[in-house]
């Protein structure tokens, strides 16, 4: 079976098998790439890649943190995303730009070689596992989120994602879908690759950036929803108990989007099942990232 698949690598869209690094690259050894997370979604005036500007904007930043420079200017940069969407021939994807520092001579300093790759995969709206039809059941890590004392944790970084790692690995062995991260003061962080949110009393909370989280750019988007309809969220921190008897809670980013918890550290959450709420603000990311909602129009960039 042909693969026609394509990977943009420094400029030029190469084939998928052919997108190779080699084995001394400084990225895979000392963890020194930044990359971004994005999505595209098939509307009906064809497909659309949601808030990318902000995206690339947040991969520039997180490339200015580790002291990269990157050979491409963000223009340039969106560019190749359209470029590798159009090559693929998807309308509906995940989007990886990985920007990292390559190989030469061995050893911790960088060198000034910085790569970047850019590779899309098919992946339709409300398709991660657990979560969106179900409930995603949860469980707090042992595994303490990384302090941004440490290393920049604003940065979506490679090497942010051991911990992560480490964190979904514990969730699964013990019977979960996803991990829950503390910070250093024992305050609720966020999942290993989303945000969190809970309800109570009709209120929704979230912690705030200054609790370790990384910047979200779907959390921003659900912020900015609940407030436009009248409602209230609000950033402070959370203890692990706010969580065990909220009334709902949820977690969101783009691959997750939003996606129903019900269970933590096997204690239900409300009555066991999706709560309402959390179930409106599913439909009603949907209609934002399928551009039904014309209020967030300026969210798209159709292709
Ligand atoms: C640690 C972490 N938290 C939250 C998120 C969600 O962020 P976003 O909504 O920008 O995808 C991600 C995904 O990039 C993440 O890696």
């Known amino acids: 079976m042909s693969d026609n698949r394509k990977i943009w690598m420094n400029g030029e869209l190469v084939c998928y098998k052919d997108a190779k690094i080699h084995v ?11 990359f971004e997370g994005i999505r595209c979604y098939n509307t009906k005036k064809g497909p659309a890649i949601f808030r990318l500007p902000e995206h690339i904007d947040r991969l520039f930043k997180s490339a200015k943190m580790y002291s990269m420079q990157i050979p491409y200017s963000k223009n340039q940069i969106s560019n190749a995303i359209i470029k590798t969407i159009k090559a693929n021939l998807l309308n509906e994807c995940y989007i990886r730009p990985i920007a990292y520092y390559g190989h030469g001579e061995m050893g911790l300093t960088p060198k000034n070689d910085i790569n970047v790759s850019i590779a899309c995969w098919g992946w339709r709206i409300g398709e991660t596992s657990a979560g969106n039809v179900t409930g995603a059941k949860c469980k707090i890590s042992s595994w303490i989120k990384i302090d941004p004392r440490s290393q920049p944790m604003k940065a979506k970084a490679a090497s942010n994602y051991a911990n992560a790692a480490l964190a979904r690995i514990e969730a699964l062995n013990d019977g979960c879908d996803e991990a829950i991260l503390l910070n250093h ?11 969190i949110f809970i309800v109570k009393d009709g209120c929704m909370y979230t912690p705030p950036l200054t609790a370790g989280i990384f910047n979200g750019i779907t959390r921003d988007s659900i912020m900015k929803m609940i407030k436009l309809d009248g409602e209230n969220v609000l950033e402070v921190d959370l203890d692990r108990e706010d969580l065990y008897v909220a009334d709902e809670v949820f977690m969101v980013g783009t691959a997750a989007e939003v996606k129903s918890v019900t269970e933590i550290d096997h204690i239900k959450i409300g009555d066991g099942e999706p ?18 909602d014309k209020r967030f129009s300026s969210w798209l960039l159709y292709i």
């Open 275 to 292: 709560g309402m709420i959390t179930r409106k603000l599913q439909n009603k990311f949907k209609d934002v990232t399928t551009g039904n």
């Open 24 to 34: 001394l690259t400084h990225a895979l050894h000392y963890s020194t790439a930044i």
């Open 185 to 195: 003061q024992g305050k609720i962080t966020e999942g290993s690759a989303e945000h």
